[in-house]
């Protein structure tokens, strides 16, 4: 293929970046590059999509830094292609590898969409529901692999409502290796039970093991988490069963 993209590319292309630049709040750069041509645009179909972006922000306090996105071969509807919008056939597939930074990720865990998703968490402790109600959480990335974890909760249980703060260490699960706790202690407000402790692990295990998060019409399944000083480096595979919408990206 010739250094310069065909004409249809390039329409695409540049519609697509056009598009999506006006759906997020804010955006440093983003390329996406859709790799096909006219004969396969009639047919209904595009080699693939490849989308860079740099300083995204989908929402006020919910940022990336960096995201590489590349698509398996897809069928899209030719009608809306010559218009210059992706329409998918068929579910697609794709990896991406996404860069968060230690302020975004502390900005959006301070953020109402993620602080809406956070609340009233319960646990069945030897039959007693206990309520964990989160008011603060930070998060620390000092390299080396490790996550740092300080927060603050309100604890419900026997009736009572209590304050409790934590600070914990731990290692992401990788490819090679299943998440470890390596410490976990209580600074503040006289500690709690092994047996809530027990519950609370055995509810962070059934979390991190599940097999793929869903979000509007996207499958998400973690596949490698890097730590480094600073930055969380997160390799996702996708399932995409339709480009999201204008009401999606704005949330």
């Not at 310069?4 to 630049?21: G, P, V």
């Amino acid at each position: 293929m010739p250094d310069q993209h065909r004409l249809e590319e390039q329409f695409l292309s540049q519609e697509a970046e056009r598009r999506i630049s006006d759906k997020l709040d804010e955006v440093e750069k983003i390329e996406i590059d859709v790799q096909t041509d006219l004969l396969k645009i009639v047919q209904g179909q595009a080699d693939g999509v490849s989308v860079t972006g740099q300083g995204l922000v989908i929402q006020e306090g919910i940022r990336v830094q960096e995201i590489k996105l590349q698509t398996d071969s897809i069928a899209i509807n030719p009608f809306s292609a010559i218009f210059g919008r992706i329409e998918l056939n068929e579910p697609v597939n794709a990896i991406a590898r996404i860069i968060l930074t230690e302020v975004d990720i502390n900005v959006a865990l301070a953020s109402d969409l993620v602080r809406s998703q956070m609340q009233n968490l319960q646990l069945n402790v030897d039959g007693e529901i206990v309520s964990f109600e989160p008011q603060q959480i930070q998060v620390f990335l000092p390299g080396n692999g490790k996550m740092e974890f300080r927060g603050k909760v309100l604890l419900k249980e026997m009736g009572n409502t209590r304050p409790f703060a934590y600070t914990a260490i731990a290692r992401p699960q990788t490819h090679s290796q299943p998440a470890m706790l390596e410490s976990f202690n209580c600074t503040e407000g006289g500690g709690i039970s092994i047996e809530l402790v027990t519950a609370l692990m055995q509810k962070a295990k059934e979390l991190m093991n599940i097999p793929y998060f869903q979000w509007e019409d996207m499958a998400f399944n973690i596949k490698d988490i890097k730590v480094e000083i600073g930055n969380l480096i997160v390799m996702v595979e996708t399932k995409v069963k339709q480009i999201p919408s204008s009401d999606v990206l704005s949330l």
